[in-house]
C-alpha cells in the first residue's frame, strides 16, 4: 500500500510540473510590460521572466516586447497590446497553441516542425490559422493582417479567406472578412512602422530581394486602411 502510495505521488509530481512547466520567456522588453498569471498574480514583465499557459501579457503604451516560445517561434508584441496564451504543447509529434489577441498589435514567426501542426489565434470572434508562417497584424474595431511567409487562414462571421503569398493582407471586422489584396513594399514598411514593430527582424535583410516588382494588387471593395 505504501508503495502504491508513493507511486502515486510521484505522479502527480509529474503531471504537477508537467502543467507548470513555462512555455517561453520574455527575451527583450523596451517599456512597461506586465503579465497576470491565470492566479491573477501581478509580474513585471523583463527579460528571463517565464511564460505560462493562462498568462496574460499586456504591453503598455510607447512599449514593445519580444517572447520566444519553447517551439522557437518569437512574438514581437508592440505597444497597447493585450495577448493571452490559452494552450500549448511542443513535443516530438505535437505542435499546438491557442492564443487570444485582445487588441494591439503583433508581429509572430514560427516555422512547423512536426507534423501534428495546430496553431490558431482568436480576434473578436475570428480564428486565424497558421502554418509555417510569418505574419503581423493590428487588432481593434477593425483589424488587419499581413503575411510575409507561409499560408494563414482567416475565418469568422460566416466568413473565410486565405492569405498564400507574401504581402497579402486582408481586413476584418464585424461585417466579415474581405478580399485579400496585395501591398507594396513601401505600404509594407508603413504598417510596420505604424503599429510599432520591427520588419528586419521578423524577415531578414534580403526579403525584399526575394520579391516580385512589389506592385499593390487590390481585390474587391476591401482595400482601406
Sequence with gaps: MRTFLVFLSCLFL???????????????????????TVKAKRIEGSPGVEINVGDL?????????????????????????TLIFDDFLFDAKNQKMRARII??????????????????????????????????????????????KGIIGVEGKGDSQTLTAPLQSLIFDQSGVGEPFKLTMEELENFFADNGLDLSRLVGPEFEQSLGDGKSTCVGSNCGG
Design 103 to 148: 487588441d494591439g498589435a503583433l508581429a509572430y514567426s514560427g516555422d512547423k516542425l512536426v507534423p501534428n501542426d495546430d496553431r490558431q489565434f482568436e480576434n473578436n470572434g475570428f480564428t486565424l490559422t497558421v502554418r509555417g508562417t510569418k505574419f503581423a497584424g493590428s487588432y481593434g474595431t477593425k483589424s488587419q493582417v499581413v503575411l510575409l
Design 14 to 36: 509529474v503531471f504537477s510540473t508537467h502543467a507548470l512547466a513555462g512555455i517561453g520567456e520574455i527575451t527583450e522588453t523596451d517599456g512597461k510590460v506586465q503579465i497576470k
Design 57 to 81: 501579457v499586456k504591453v503598455r503604451k510607447k512599449s514593445s516586447a519580444f517572447v520566444e516560445m519553447k517551439d522557437s517561434s518569437e512574438f514581437q508584441i508592440g505597444a497597447k497590446t
